[in-house]
């Protein structure tokens, strides 16, 4: 009997072992992906950013400075657009013409519209269309380069330093061409969500095919839109590919589902052979940020209760009553933040003890602070509800007298 005891109980144990293995098993895995995002990527350097906030909501390697070859083309873009107009001219240069391939092959001399153009620019990614146009909004390659930078450090880029229009390896007295994967979603979001041209840039990176001819009508060119991940994923907004021997493939792209939009940057994404590896990385990249971020709803009260007033009188008040004022939140009352079920949200607020007489309406009295993950992304002013005056000589022997008066 006490052998059957110890064979049943060595039973039941391994059938706890078993379940209790299980129910890890199930828990385990949603736990890690929510956790880590994705678990594998062929990017040496990847960033997924929310569009509406800016918000880097995962990241490999996010600021290292990596070359970033033609996806470069999307400042070059949304510079021309802001500085340009699509019935200007540009005319091939000679150093135009002889850059190397992928070029549109337009001859030294021929001329185009630039709303043509930047059709070749952003289809077909033609280097020579990249500097023809580069010269035409600016005069010059290198003063291209220099607004194209002034322009990333308007968007709040700190680790970009762009030398060529295309995106070619060039290098000047500051450097190498080069950016960060977080940067260049920085630049994917202001083209599409920040500049008076976002509609232009979309309606240009989202066309399927373009034929157009120069303005001799001697030559007619076609491009096609080379980026095939436009069709990959429902919702894919746009983007631009690159590739050169020193950046390898790289991709920056956006995609909307409802309410949310969704930006990435991959860098260094594999070299030939391995041209799949970027498409892979992208949906890998949008397919965590569908499944983990959802829009919520913070709110926050619109008063903080009262305090006491040093000193204070209100209208109406005894001798020896006390004067309160109500802090009141000044500003938004609801925030609407993209969160997924890690993120902490915070709300801190600092308010006074006590008050000193005088105190006007509308003054700051504290503040209420929204921290995310600990980081601040907003905060509000929280105000005085009325205006308490403060205790004189005069206010005192009024009330004394009214007193006497009463008695």
């Known amino acids: 009997k006490m052998l059957k005891g110890a064979v049943s109980m060595k039973k039941i144990k391994k059938y706890l072992r078993f379940w209790l293995l299980f129910f890890l098993w199930l828990t385990c895995p949603a736990q890690a992906e929510e956790n880590q995002g994705p678990e594998t990527l062929y990017a040496r350097s990847a960033v997924l950013m929310d569009a509406d906030s800016g918000r880097i909501l995962f990241e490999k390697n996010g600021e290292e400075r990596l070359a970033n070859a033609s996806t470069t083309k999307i400042l070059t873009c949304i510079l021309a657009l802001e500085k340009g107009e699509p019935e200007e001219t540009v005319t091939f240069s000679e150093e135009a013409v002889r850059q190397p391939e992928v070029h549109l092959g337009a001859s030294k001399g021929e001329v185009f519209y ?17 500097v023809a146009v580069a010269e035409a909004v600016s005069g010059s390659t290198a003063a291209f380069a220099e607004e194209m930078n002034q322009k990333a450090k308007e968007i709040g880029c700190t680790e970009t330093h762009f030398v060529s229009p295309n995106g070619l390896d060039w290098e000047d007295e500051d450097g190498p061409h080069e950016t960060t994967a977080g940067d260049l979603a920085r630049l994917l979001r202001y083209c599409i969500h920040q500049s008076p041209k976002k509609e232009e840039f979309l309606k240009i990176t989202r066309t399927g095919e373009k034929s157009f001819s120069n303005l001799s009508g001697t030559r007619t060119y076609s491009c096609t839109n080379h980026n095939a991940f436009l069709s990959m994923m429902d919702g894919a907004l746009t983007g631009k590919t690159g590739f050169t021997g020193k950046a390898g493939y790289c991709y920056t792209g956006a995609l909307s589902d409802g309410d949310r939009t969704f930006i990435i940057a991959l860098l260094a994404c594999g070299w030939p052979n391995n041209k799949t590896y970027k498409w892979s990385d992208a949906r890998a990249l949008f397919s965590y940020g569908l499944s983990a971020y959802r ?22 008040q005894a001798i020896d009553g006390k004067a309160e004022v109500a802090l009141l939140l000044a500003g938004a009352q609801e925030f609407r933040l993209l969160l997924s079920g890690q993120d902490e949200v915070k709300w801190k607020v600092t308010l006074p003890k006590l008050l000193e007489a005088p105190v006007m309406e509308g003054e700051q009295e504290g503040e209420a602070v929204l921290l995310l993950n600990g980081e601040t992304i907003a905060s509000c002013p929280v105000i005085a509800g009325k205006t308490v005056e403060k205790k004189d000589f005069t206010w005192c022997f009024l009330k004394i007298f009214e007193q006497y008066l009463e008695i």
């Open 114 to 130: 630039l709303g043509d153009l930047l059709y070749s620019l952003m289809l077909e990614s033609h280097n020579d269309t990249a």
């Open 295 to 316: 829009y919520d709803r913070i709110e926050l009260p619109g008063g903080f209760g009262t305090v006491s007033v040093k000193e204070g009188v209100l209208p109406g």
